[in-house]
């Protein structure tokens, strides 16, 4: 890990312990965002950004993602995955300005954002790692959220009986860091009870090619 990395690691360690057992970093700070300041968050991120409808490659055929999505970050900040390459959209006011607060609580720079819009409990993420080679061998991702609270779910790649239940909130803020994505899988579930919108912004650091 990058002395950036490690100097994320030492801050956040304030916050509380690392959620995860073993292999890799995963810290959780509740209500990073106030809830007066969410709700207004939540409204503006809703109207404002340029929410798409996107389809991916996967198990050799094109489905729909089930959620809305928009990539957002530095010019040079392209990201592929799935069989889709995204150029980043400039920043907006308000996106900027959560990077800049982000940045300063985890003494880190991040340079692009992936933001998703669940529109109810029927949009979800797929089990996954955020391991692309864009990212680097060991990424930091800081993860932020806003509206309904949904269940984020992570099980070890080889360790079956080794999983972790998060319900992440209105203003919570989730680090993901260390050798995490080599080891864990992570989702966010389908869910039959009802749910009103909720917003996830994942600032990522994309590297050079």
């Excluded at 929410?51 to 489905?63: K, L, P, Q, T």
């Excluded at 392209?78 to 980043?88: C, L």
């Excluded at 949904?150 to 909130?169: E, T």
């Amino acid at each position: 890990m990058d002395t950036e990395a490690d100097a994320l690691r030492d801050d956040i360690a304030g916050f509380g312990d690392n959620r995860l057992p073993f292999d890799g970093e995963l810290y959780l700070v509740r209500q990073f965002y106030r809830p007066p300041e969410s709700d207004r968050l939540l409204a503006i991120l809703t109207a404002e950004l340029d929410w798409r409808e996107e389809d991916i490659f996967i198990f050799g055929r094109w489905v729909k993602v089930p959620r809305l999505m928009c990539w957002y970050g530095d010019a040079d900040a392209h990201y592929s995955y799935s069989g889709v390459d995204h150029a980043p959209l400039p920043w907006t006011a308000e996106l900027q300005a959560i990077r800049d607060k982000v940045e300063r609580q985890c003494r880190y720079r991040f340079n692009s954002v992936l933001a998703n819009l669940y529109r109810d409990g029927r949009d979800s993420m797929g089990c996954h790692a955020d391991n692309e080679k864009e990212l680097g061998p060991n990424p930091v991702i800081a993860s932020l959220s806003f509206g309904d609270e949904r269940l984020f779910r992570l099980h070890h790649k080889k360790r079956k009986k080794a999983s972790l239940d998060i319900v992440l909130g209105h203003g919570d803020l989730l680090l993901m860091a260390g050798t995490m994505q080599h080891h864990w899988l992570h989702a966010l579930p389908k869910t039959k009870q009802l749910k009103k919108p909720r917003i996830n912004l994942t600032f990522r650091r994309i590297l050079p090619s």
